[in-house]
Each structure stands twice: as structure tokens, then as C-alpha cells.
């Protein structure tokens, strides 16, 4: 239920470009590059998808593509207008390709001055009825419309004015309307998100008030105390359209969203990327919130300019660093939130988004979504010192009373190394952690979650491999990185006690060494904590595809996982930090 492809030819400022699409779609770019026009592209696409579904097609010669399903749509029922729809005012006409992930095709031909023509390519037979059009171009858009602030007395409107207008931007005129006619259900799923990603707010469902005029009224609750939505903050009314739009899909519904970076605080940036990913299967987004650019993999991020011919996915660093420089930064934006921070957290890499999944799922609220907390980049045990250079830097030259947590990756270290360093790190106004597993993805590893994350990416038919078999493929992985995993365990201790005990002789060193690795591995449980996490996800992942056609990711894992079956010291983990950012 997702697009492959959206291919752009003579359309506003493009001349030609292809936007090839993932799963997460986070559009970037300087000014004018034509992020929101790659989304128009969507909005009329969702308009063309929508009379699709309720009218019958006539079958129409195309050239180039034969006889095909064919539409012929007047502007006033498009929700983009097409004055400047054509590059330069030609007399060409523009074209949308949305290509689905089946290989079907929507093809848009727009012009000012003649009706929209919009037909659909198929692989096979042509679909001839509405049932067979909507099978062979399965896909559901939601696109969220232009939001406002709520009226400060909202009439009740007919049922067919608020029908009219719930998915347009008129919706914010009528949201009270909107809740009134759902059922209790729907609105109790609404609260519920509300209260989820609002912990201090709670919503009641609207009513008709007690005034001699006809109004719907609808109240929030805040510390206990009720009060007409319209007396809300602009961001909480904002928070609730948004939500409110948010449930028009599901799991295989596919969300358009422009900038919402210019009604949100960063916070709640940030939990919106949270919250679109568990609800969406596929997502578009454009951007200039350098919140919203560090809360998604860097992967997920698609450059877009009009000399271009196919969008950029970031793949490097230095691509991202360009991305941070079209939002008015070359340096990650978090850093110049120091001076307001009470709380600063070091991770090691891309670690934080890992920890924030694991952290949303042990808990509705934590540090991560405070506002005061700031991330920055450890770099590893070897980049310790700035850790300790920030907090000397923040007490003493600036005065300002931080607290601070870095969480470092374990790597092959033994407890006597760990241990000496965390001593050292450890202040009164900081604390060190040391995973006990190699890295942060070694917590993803999880047979479980990897056996339904395939289930659910198996379409049609069964799925070729069961449960067991699975779990041997993972022991046949960890048994084949048993041998480098155990040298490398041997290495980094012997280097550290060679240091240490410098006059210990090199054949008892290596001994222990040997007698250490060894008593490690001797325990089952604990082989999946002792191989490099990254690899063997990777290593799964190429396995599954070569002889299953399967591929699995280390986010679409993580989603799978249940509360149940984090790892206890990453619970404990998250509960730790949140007591020492506390007292």
C-alpha cells in the first residue's frame, strides 16, 4: 500500500525529477526548491485517487502508454490550483507519475486551459469497474489540509457543511462539529492520543451548549481545571487537528504533511515523528526544523531542488551537514540551545533514536521529551574528555548548573575497564553509563520481533520460514562471529592489563585472557550481548533477502518489539537516568 516512485515532468518549476520513496519521506531543501510542490503533486494525486473510487472510468488511446482507464476532471475538483501548473506557461501539458509499489501507475495530465486528464497504466489486464480500479492502485492518502486557530464560538453546522469540509482547510472551522458526530469509540481512540502524547491535557467530547444560540462547545481539562478549547494554547489546538487528521489512516495509509515545523514547538516536533511513524505506513514530510532532521534516520532524508532530476537521499555525513546549512546552520541546531539546557545527554552515534524507541516504550514521558534536555555527539569512549570539557566549561565559564549523562557503547571491553571508567566520569552534577552489550543494537536483537516484522511485511501466501527455523539461522550467525568476537574480547583485555600490570608476564595475560573470553561465551544468553549488534543485523538482513525475500530493518524490528520484551537493563537504563535528571 505504498508509492515507488513520483516522477514530475513539466510541472510548476521542474523540469523533469523522480522522487524515489521509502517508507519515511522527509523532503529538505533551501527556499523555492519545491518541497511543497512535490507535495501538490500528492494533494491533486489524493484528489484523483479519491473520484477514482467513485466514478467510472471510460477507456481512452494514450500515446505511448495504449488504451487505458481514463478520467477527464475539471480544476474546481482539485485542491491545488492549476494556474501556474505548467513550467513557463507552455502550452505542454504538466504530468504526475505516481507509481505504485505493485508497478501500476497513475499518470496526470494538467493544463490551465483544458480539464485534467488522469488514466492508469497496469501490468496485466485492465481494470474495467470501480472495485478492479481501486484493487490494482491500492493506496490510501491522507493529506493533512492548512491548519488555524479555533473559532471562539463554532455554530452547529448541517451534517453535510461538516462532511464538506473535514478534510479541507476549512476543518479547523468546523472541528468541534467534526468530534460531535463521531461515534464514542472514535472519540475515545482521539482522547487516548491526546493523553498520550499530552500527558498534562485531557479532552471531553463536544456538546451543544446551554446559550440561547446553537453552538458546540467543547472542553480540555489542565490540572483539574476545565476550560473551553478555544482558551487552549494555539499549540494545543493545533496538537488536536493534527491528531484529528491523524486518524483518518492506518497501519497502510500513506500521510502528507507540509511544514509542520511552523505551528509546533520543537518538542512537540519531535513526538510527531513519533507518532506519524507508528501510525503510517509510509510518510511525506517537508521541512526546515532541524528538530524534526535529527528525530528521523539520516536515510530518511530526501534533498529536493529544481536542478535536480532525481531527489538526493543523505548518505554521508557531509550530505547531512549541506542539509543543515539549507535550514540556516552548518552545525547540528541543538547546540545553540546550551545556553537554555538544565539537562544535556551524550550518546554515542545514532544511538538516541534507538534509546528514545526503547524509551517511549517503558515509558509514556521521559527526559527525551523535555524540552530543557539537549543531545549532543560523544564519539565514543575516545572523545570521553568532551563530555568533561562541556561540564567544566558550563560551571565555570558560563555558571550554569547542567546536569549531564553520556551513555557510552560497551564495544569488547571487560567489567574491570568499565568499571574504572565510569568512576572517572562520574561528578556530582554528571553520570556515566556503559551498556553491557557491545552496542545499543545488540538490545534490537530479538527473534520474536523479527518472525511477526516478516509476518507483516508478508503480503500474500504464506511465509516461507517458521519460527524455529529462524532462531537456528540467528545461532548459526552468532556461532559464525564467535571466533572474531572472541579475539577481540581477548585483545581489548589484554591491552588493558598489559597497562595495568605492566610486569604481569605476556602468557599468563594471555591465558586469563583466553579463560575469560571463553567463560563468556560458555553462556547462551549471553552471546547475543556479545557480537557486534550492527553486523548481525545486517548479516540477518542479507540472509532473509537472499533465501526468503525478506528484508528486515533495525526500526521496523524495533517497532515490533513489545514492552514486555525490552531488555531489563534498558528498562533499568531509562529509569536510572529519568531518577538522576529528578532529584
Not at 438 to 455: G, M, P, S, T, Y
Amino acid at each position: 500500500m505504498k508509492l515507488k516512485s513520483i516522477t514530475l515532468r513539466n510541472f510548476k518549476q521542474f523540469e523533469k525529477i523522480t522522487i524515489p520513496c521509502r517508507d519515511t519521506n522527509v523532503l529538505v531543501g533551501p527556499n523555492n526548491a519545491g518541497k511543497s510542490t512535490a507535495l501538490d503533486a500528492l494533494r491533486i494525486g489524493a484528489d484523483v485517487i479519491r473520484i477514482m473510487s467513485r466514478r467510472k472510468p471510460v477507456n481512452q488511446s494514450h500515446d505511448g502508454f495504449g488504451v487505458c482507464p481514463s478520467y477527464h476532471i475539471e480544476h474546481t475538483s482539485l485542491s491545488v490550483g492549476t494556474t501556474n501548473i505548467v513550467r513557463d506557461y507552455g502550452d505542454e501539458d504538466a504530468m504526475i507519475t505516481l507509481m505504485h509499489e505493485n508497478g501500476a501507475e497513475i499518470n496526470i495530465l494538467l493544463h490551465p486551459d483544458r480539464a485534467a486528464t488522469a488514466f492508469l497504466k497496469v501490468n496485466g489486464q485492465y481494470p474495467r469497474n470501480i472495485p478492479q480500479i481501486v484493487a490494482a492502485f491500492p493506496l490510501k492518502l491522507v493529506v493533512i489540509p492548512t491548519l488555524g486557530p479555533l473559532e471562539e464560538n463554532e455554530p452547529h453546522f448541517l451534517d453535510e457543511t461538516v462532511r464538506r469540509n473535514e478534510t479541507t482547510r476549512l476543518a479547523h472551522r468546523n472541528f468541534r462539529n467534526i468530534w460531535y458526530r463521531k461515534t464514542d469509540e472514535e472519540f475515545s481512540e482521539f482522547k487516548k492520543l491526546i493523553e498520550d502524547s499530552w500527558p498534562s491535557m485531557t479532552v471531553k467530547k463536544p456538546a451543544i451548549g446551554y446559550r440561547p444560540e446553537s453552538f458546540v462547545e467543547m472542553y480540555f481539562s489542565e490540572e483539574r481545571r476545565d476550560r473551553e478549547v478555544y482558551w487552549s494554547g494555539f499549540g494545543f489546538q493545533i496538537w488536536m487537528q493534527m491528531m484529528t487528521h491523524i486518524m483518518r489512516g492506518k497501519q497502510d495509509s500513506v500521510i502528507v504533511l507540509d511544514e509542520p515545523d511552523i505551528y509546533l514547538h520543537p518538542d512537540l516536533q519531535r513526538r510527531l515523528v513519533g507518532v506519524l511513524k507508528e501510525r503510517f505506513g509510509q510518510i511525506f514530510l517537508s521541512t526546515h526544523s532541524s528538530e524534526i532532521i535529527n528525530e528521523v534516520n539520516s536515510s530518511e532524508i530526501l534533498t529536493i531542488s529544481k536542478k535536480y532530476q532525481t531527489a538526493r537521499r543523505v548518505t554521508t555525513d557531509k550530505h547531512l551537514r549541506e542539509v543543515f546549512k539549507y535550514i540556516g546552520s552548518s552545525e547540528n541546531i541543538e547546540i545553540s540551545r546550551i545556553s537554555k539546557a538544565r539537562r544535556i545527554v551524550f550518546f554515542e552515534g545514532q544511538d538516541k533514536k534507538i534509546f528514545r524507541r526503547f524509551a517511549q516504550k517503558v515509558s509514556t514521558r521521559t527526559f527525551l521529551d523535555d524540552p530543557d534536555t539537549v543531545f549532543l555527539q560523544a564519539g565514543g569512549f575516545s572523545q570521553w574528555r568532551r563530555v568533561k570539557e562541556v561540564e567544566w566549561t558550563l560551571d565555570n565559564v558560563f555558571d550554569l548548573q547542567v546536569k549531564i549523562v553520556s551513555v557510552f557503547d560497551r564495544d569488547y571491553r571487560c567489567d574491570e575497564e568499565v568499571g574504572e571508567f565510569v568512576d572517572s566520569m562520574n561528578s556530582e552534577g554528571s553520570k556515566c553509563f556503559v551498556l553491557g552489550c557491545k552496542e545499543i543494537e545488540n538490545f534490537v536483537i530479538n527473534v520474536d520481533a523479527v518472525f511477526r516484522l516478516l509476518q507483516r511485511r508478508t503480503e500474500e501466501g504464506e511465509l516461507d520460514i517458521d519460527r524455529t527455523t529462524l532462531a537456528e539461522i540467528v545461532d548459526r550467525i552468532v556461532l559464525d562471529m564467535r571466533s572474531d568476537t572472541a579475539s577481540h574480547i581477548m585483545s581489548n583485555y589484554t591491552n588493558f592489563y598489559r597497562k595495568k600490570e605492566p610486569n604481569l608476564d605476556f602468557s599468563t595475560l594471555t591465558k586469563r585472557a583466553l579463560d575469560r573470553a571463553e567463560a563468556l561465551w560458555a553462556v547462551p544468553e549471553r552471546r547475543l550481548q556479545l557480537v557486534p549488534g550492527k553486523e548481525f543485523m545486517s548479516v540477518l538482513s542479507t540472509h532473509l533477502q537472499s533465501y526468503h525475500k525478506k528484508s528486515i530493518t533495525l526500526a521496523g524490528v524495533l517497532n515490533e518489539m513489545r514492552t514486555s520484551e525490552i531488555p531489563l537493563e534498558m528498562s533499568k537504563l531509562v529509569n536510572d537516568i529519568d531518577s538522576f535528571f529528578s532529584r
